[in-house]
């Protein structure tokens, strides 16, 4: 029984220590595509960090990623189909109502990003989800 935990726990501990996280080669600027030269593997452990370059390469920096670093889940995300102040396409689907009208955008946001957008005929605030077209879909 002893001998079974010992091998179970040196195996345990290997496979912790030939884990890898996903850090930045170089200083990359919040707003900038992460291309796959901008990043690396390196051997460590991380919860909140990725494990894999290819989830990382082609996403956005929401803040500055800096040499050497990990690369934490809330430091990237989808690139923005929508900026601040963008005019865009505003669509509501209720029951039996469609109204499409247009918006301009308060916030940058990337596909299925909650961004706050003005209607342009009430001047209202209102919230949306951007969607893959770059419209944002508006719901009560």
């Known amino acids: 029984m002893i001998r079974i935990l010992m091998l179970a726990s040196l195996i345990f501990s290997a496979a912790a220590a030939s884990?890898?996280?996903?850090?930045?080669?170089?200083?990359?600027?919040?707003?900038?595509?992460i291309d796959a030269a901008d990043v690396q593997a390196v051997a460590g452990t991380r919860a909140d960090a990725f494990e894999n370059p290819?989830?990382?390469?082609?996403?956005?920096?929401r803040v500055a990623l800096y040499a050497g670093r990990p690369i934490r889940f809330d430091d990237i995300g989808p690139p923005a189909l929508v900026d601040r102040n963008q005019i865009v396409q505003l669509q509501y689907h209720g029951a039996q109502?469609?109204?499409?009208?247009?918006?301009?955008?308060?916030?940058?946001?990337?596909?299925?990003?909650?961004?706050?957008i003005m209607n342009l005929n009430s001047r209202a605030t209102l919230f949306g989800l951007v969607q893959a077209d770059g419209t944002v879909r508006v719901s009560n």
């Open 19 to 33: 884990a890898d996280i996903v850090v930045a080669t170089r200083t990359i600027r919040p707003q900038s595509l």
């Open 97 to 116: 109502l469609v109204i499409h009208t247009e918006g301009r955008a308060l916030e940058r946001g990337g596909i299925g990003d909650r961004v706050r």
């Open 54 to 61: 290819l989830d990382v390469v082609g996403q956005e920096a």
